[in-house]
Each structure stands twice: as structure tokens, then as C-alpha cells.
């Protein structure tokens, strides 16, 4: 027999997490913000059923955000959100959205801001697509750290409503 999550009166969230990098997807360096969230989530609200890493390519994303979808309350990206060439990660989301969540991601640069002036380059996005909210977090595993622990209050109420756990709010 498997091992199970005690969990009372609480709905566990199944997550996703994609890390996009080019380097990474190739074995040479080491994916320590992926890491980062699942260790993060470790806890009796989040499971992570799926991670990881791809190139920055924006076909193979979509595919995969689409596919995830199906299994998946929450979706975490991490990379692929700045002004290089080869970031492509918001393009992806916002192609397979359903409908946006501007908050969250407004709400992570702002945060962001208040540490550098170099947030306002950042150009991640927050999408639902069916009863999945798909967010995608910056590259770096403090970037991670930050935004992540900045919407863990918020997280259980959004994927509640949104999976029809609770339909009041």
C-alpha cells in the first residue's frame, strides 16, 4: 500500500511544477528553483503530482500546460520570463488561458519591486485555464521563494473556488 496525507475538512491541490530553461533541460545546471517549490509546498494542502524541466520552447509548453490541465488544481512555472530571446514562458500561458488573473501577478511585482527596480522587467503572468490556475513564478529560486511564500494566503482560497470546493467568496 501507498502512503497517504492525513488531511481533515481540507481539499489537497494537485500541482504541476515546469521549470523552463535550456541549460537545465540539457543536464547542465542544476534545477534548484523547481526544487525550491516542491519543498515549499511540502505541506498537508499541495501535492505535487508532475515536475519538469523543459527547454525554453514554446510549442512544447503549451503542449504540456494544455495536457496538465487535465490533472492538475495549480500549475508553477519557474524561468523563462524575462526579456530574453529565448523567454517564452508568458507567451505560452497567456496562449492557453482561459481567463486572466492579473492580480497575482501584479501583486508579485509589486513585491518585487520593493527589493529591485529590475521587477518591472519581469513578465510573468497568472492565467486560469478550465478549473486550473497556472502562475508563472521568476527564474531565480529567491524570486521563487518570495512570490511563493507572498501567495500562499491567497492560494487556497482562489484554487477552492475555482475547483468548486467552495463555492462561497
Known sequence: MGTSKKVTNLKLYKVGIVTLSDKGSQGLRQDES???????????????????????????????????????????????????????????????AEKMVPGISEGMRMLSLQKTPFAMLGRGVAVVRKQTLIINLPGSPRGVKENLEFLFPILPHALDILTDWKTEH
Do not use: H, M, N
Not at 34 to 39: P, S
Open 34 to 96: 523547481g526544487a525550491l517549490i516542491k519543498e515549499l509546498l511540502s505541506s498537508e494542502k499541495y501535492e505535487v503530482v508532475s515536475q519538469t524541466i523543459l527547454p525554453d520552447e514554446e510549442i512544447q509548453l503549451k503542449e504540456l500546460l494544455i495536457d496538465w490541465c487535465s490533472s492538475c488544481d495549480l500549475i508553477l512555472t519557474t524561468g523563462g520570463t524575462g526579456l530574453g530571446v529565448r523567454d517564452i514562458t508568458p507567451e505560452a500561458t497567456l496562449a492557453v
